[in-house]
């Protein structure tokens, strides 16, 4: 019984988060969590290919039209303006994937360009980054990567919520 109320203190807080949608569902995608102790996993200088070592992971969002990323990124010790790049790309099938854009707008020309999320970090410190995402496809998959190390690489822990259904 303990346990269950603990669950439903801890769904109507993400639910007051999240604009009151009906149905939010948590989900640990790179590095893990145990209760409330969350471990991050070192990060790359390129996008690597999904493993469960890898800041790379794919997650089924199939009904939920809304995710929300919350990330921790930590920045090596003694490392400073460095940054962390997140690709969000989504797929219909888990096989062919599209890369969110935007669109760059002169005149009458719209030109899309892939999207990357870049946030710059705080030297040698831990940032918390919330990035909400509309969903379109049955699966997202979420890359991300540090750019500026000059030794000592930085790590990065990412947890979605899914939101709306």
């Known amino acids: 019984m303990k346990n269950l109320r603990k669950n439903l203190k801890s769904l109507r807080r993400i639910n007051n988060m999240s604009l009151d949608y009906k149905t939010t569902l948590p989900i640990v995608l790179i590095g893990s969590k145990v209760g409330t102790t969350r471990t991050s996993i070192q990060m790359e200088s390129t996008y690597q290919t999904e493993s469960a070592t890898e800041a790379t992971k794919t997650i089924e969002t ?17 490392e400073t303006t460095n ?16 890369q969110l854009v935007n669109d760059d707008t002169s005149g009458a020309t719209s ?5 990357e ?3 710059v970090g705080v ?3 831990t940032k918390a980054i919330h990035l909400p995402i ?23 822990y990412v947890e979605a919520v899914l939101l709306g259904k």
């Open 134 to 156: 509309d969903m379109w496809d049955k699966y997202a998959r979420i890359s991300v990567k540090e750019t500026g190390v000059a030794t000592n690489k930085g790590s990065v």
């Open 83 to 98: 940054s962390i790049e997140i690709k969000v790309e989504m797929s219909p099938d888990r096989t062919n994937w599209y």
């Open 111 to 115: 030109t899309l360009l892939a999207r």
């Open 62 to 78: 199939g009904g939920y039209p809304k995710i929300a990323l919350d990330i921790l990124y930590t920045m090596g010790a003694t």
């Open 123 to 125: 030297n040698a410190s």
């Open 117 to 119: 999320f870049t946030v």
